[in-house]
């Protein structure tokens, strides 16, 4: 049996918004001395009677000051799932949050490595540090099917400038790089092999991405992964 955290907040969705053709941006009110750091996560349930025993972990993309909580989702329209229905809700209905757990914290500069909806819990980490003027050199190199798909492109280039870097696997384009994150794209792309590198993504995705860091000399000591 899973040991699911306790703590519950009833909270109400405030805004629900696209922020690509099928991820949705939830600005959720906040209650009292709910406390995260950035690269957490918490479990949330839609407080409907049907959808009571279906919990979901879902990473912050609001930073702890914000005085509104928001998580950017993927909707899987494809079948009558979780996200689904989180894709339906809007202003005015409820959800319930949890404790919050670790998912992935920031030990250091590094290069930051995410396929499609796992760049989330790189979101609230890299606001964390621009709003603290501390981005540095860190690097997001973001994989992604096509180009209507890079969650936040804009905000990315705004924070990162050249350290954002988009390779898309199933369209060319002049824009972006054609290849698939492996460890002759890396060698190409990384520099230093002693920062850190933070991986999420699909589990082959990381499992895959890990072994080939570790291939190119990277500590395991060095490379950060999502622990639900």
Known sequence: ????????????IL??????????????SKP?????????????????????NERRPFTFTSLNDWNTLEFTI???????????????LKAGDQLIIHDVFGAIHYK?????????????????????????GKL????LLFSNRTTKDIILKDEFEQMLG???????TEENTSEYDHE????????????????????????????????DLLNLGVKEEKIVVEQF
């Open 32 to 52: 009292e001395n709910y406390s995260f750091t950035p690269g957490q996560a918490t479990d949330i349930v839609i407080n409907l009677p049907e959808w009571k």
């Open 74 to 88: 993927k909707i899987y329209d494809d079948h009558n799932g979780v996200t689904n229905e989180l894709g339906k």
């Open 136 to 139: 540095g050199n860190n690097k």
């Open 1 to 12: 049996m899973e040991n699911y955290p306790d703590e519950e907040h009833v909270v109400k």
């Open 180 to 211: 698939k994150i492996d460890e002759d794209y890396l060698a190409k792309k990384v520099v230093d092999f002693d920062k850190y590198f933070y991986i999420c993504g699909p589990d082959p995705m990381v499992e895959a991405i890990h072994k």
């Open 15 to 28: 805004d629900a918004k696209n922020v690509t053709h099928n991820v949705k941006r939830f600005t959720l």
């Open 162 to 168: 050249d350290n954002f870097i988009n390779t898309i």
């Open 108 to 132: 250091g500069e590094g290069v930051f490595i995410a396929g499609g909806a796992g760049v989330t819990p790189f979101i609230a980490i890299f606001r964390d540090l621009h709003e603290k």
